[in-house]
């Protein structure tokens, strides 16, 4: 009777419990603002655009239509939406074991009994013995593991845990894929204009020579002249072609990014097109708006309430787990008596397993999943200083970025208005070819500069949104994550 009632009150104390550390989502501190200063809401910048479709803000068809694309065909993107199903199908899989499971089963076996083995031999000797006999037995069986110490609670939790970490994940790639697309789109049209560039300077320096030809067959130009200008114009055709190495590689990239063979979409990125605006910015939310947002810093949060709830499960393992079975059929050797009720068969178990000397087994599986809990919170405020850290430095590229991109302009029109000058000087003899051959040297590289500052002005804008965690939406109800509500706990 003792034993009778020790079992019954461990088995009710047990009742409705989950043992382990229930999880509370920890607070991490975060500054009120961003340390890096800069004036990203500028009235002359274009309109802030939706954090989650920031690339529309670049007021560029092109670009909405190369990342749409993107979202829609990229592979890497498919891959992550197929490990979403994996964590899915795991999910549904933990929950599955907490509850019961049945299971139907049938058979008919045509048998031929050997009267030379030992049975064969005794049994030949009855009156009525019959070599062949079949055997048909039908029968329903169920199990039930009782998940009285929260095991398997927890392993189900571990799993939503892992299978949301892994839509954080998914919304990551999204990320990632939207400003690789759009820093491929931008380093492109950068080469663009810079041939461009490169190209108009050649007809200009192709024009100056000319000219410098002219006035030595006139008798008013040297060899030397004719020599250097001719130099001038070999110097500017030697930038093309990086440019176009430049050109073809981003092109190549954005058409594996969209998921086809390069070439596929290269003749639809003209150089003819709408020129684009870097918008405006808002970084007002702060670093408080990172854990929400960034995909990483969401993932990192998941999988550390994943490893807290792993204790749980590993902590379960000290306790007793009891299962519950069942079997009802029927079986019969006689053709006919299938269903009758003398072959009516029964049987029901109740199943106790307990680790009771497994010499330091379960110790060691808790300890090593409070290690694996300690190493995931480590990750995830790492992953939350590398968040602010991205942020921080994408907006003082920007900002130094803007500024050099405000002096470069200024520093154009003063060549250009040198050049003009120096060439109408040198057209009356009154200043010397290399004076005219300088100007145009500094002017090329002054317009060279400028475009690919503007071009790497939109790409720094990019890096900006993509540390901010755009790219997808926040309000997605499977990454709207909070704390889960507590559980009864075992102490």
Known sequence: ??????????????????????????ALPAAGAFHARGDLMSPAKAATPALDSWWTGFGDPELVRIVERVMAQNLDLAASAARVEQARAAARHAQAERLPQGSLDGSAARARQSKLDPLGKVASALP???????????????????????????EAEAADAEYQAAE???????????????????????????????????????????????????????????AQAEALVLQAQATLPPLNIELETQLNRLDVLMGAAPGTYAQEVQPEHVPFAVPSIDTAEGPASLLRRRPDVIAAERHLAASNARIGAAVAQYYPSFSLSALL?????????????????SSGALGLHWRLFDFG???????????AHAEAMAVYRGSMLRATEDVEDAIVNLVQLEARHGVLDREVDAHVRARDAAKDAYTGGAVSLVEVLDEDRQLLDARDSLARIHADEARAAVSVFRA?????????PALNVAASPPASRAK
């Open 1 to 26: 009777m003792r034993t009778k009632l020790l079992s019954s009150l461990l088995v009710l104390g047990l009742a409705g419990c989950t043992v382990g550390p229930d999880y509370v989502k920890p």
């Open 128 to 154: 009525g013995y019959e070599r062949n006999h079949t055997l048909e037995e039908v029968g329903a069986g169920a199990s039930w593991e009782l998940d009285l110490a929260g095991g398997l609670r927890r």
């Open 168 to 226: 954080a994940s998914h919304a990551g790639v999204r990320v990632s894929l939207a400003a690789e697309a759009a820093d491929a789109y931008f380093r492109v049209r950068g080469a663009q204009v810079r041939i461009a560039i490169a190209q108009d300077q050649i007809r200009n320096e192709q024009g100056l020579l000319e000219l410098v030809q002219l006035r030595q067959q006139h008798g008013l130009g040297t060899a030397r002249e004719t």
């Open 329 to 345: 059929g029927v079986s019969s050797l006689v053709p006919g008596k299938l269903f009758n009720g003398s072959a009516v068969q």
């Open 468 to 476: 901010l965690g755009g790219g997808w939406n926040a309000a997605e």
């Open 361 to 371: 087994r379960v110790d060691a599986e808790v300890n090593a999943a409070k290690g």
